[in-house]
């Protein structure tokens, strides 16, 4: 089931796509904390091994899958708030952050996954990095 941009509470992605008379929404595939891969480690300031947030979720556009991201942050950021679960956060993940008094900069890095509508729906693809602030 995806989850639908509506009623003035969505998140970025759905706005963005709204206001282009298009429809986005997503679909949360996992979310936990795992151990940081080196490349997540490094571009977040931490050790490798280190407990991270992963998020990992698909963007669809018009109801066509168009996106395969993992957002990571640091656990002492995420851990224990909705980032950490696959439930919708109501207005996004910077909402919550904000909620939480992290207004800002607050480091983050998505990895992201191209694909055909089959490889996205799989989790399959390959993986370009970006590393920023939520």
């Known amino acids: 089931m995806q989850q639908g941009i509506g009623g003035g509470q969505g998140d970025a992605w759905g706005e963005e796509a709204a206001a282009r008379g298009r429809r986005g929404t ?14 997540v480690a490094r571009l977040l300031g931490l050790e490798d091994g280190d407990t991270v947030v992963v998020r990992r979720r ?17 656990a002492q950021i995420a851990a224990g708030t909705g980032l950490a679960g696959t439930a ?23 990895a992201f996954c191209p694909g055909s509508s089959g490889e996205a729906e799989g989790g399959q693809g390959s993986t370009a990095v970006a590393g920023g602030v939520a």
């Open 26 to 39: 997503q679909r949360v595939l996992h979310a936990g904390e795992v151990s940081a891969p080196a490349v």
């Open 58 to 74: 698909i963007r669809y556009l018009d109801e066509e899958p168009c996106e395969l991201t993992d957002p990571y942050y640091p």
């Open 88 to 110: 919708k956060i109501r207005g996004g993940a910077v909402a919550l952050l904000a909620e939480l008094g992290h207004v800002g900069r607050v480091p983050c890095m998505i």
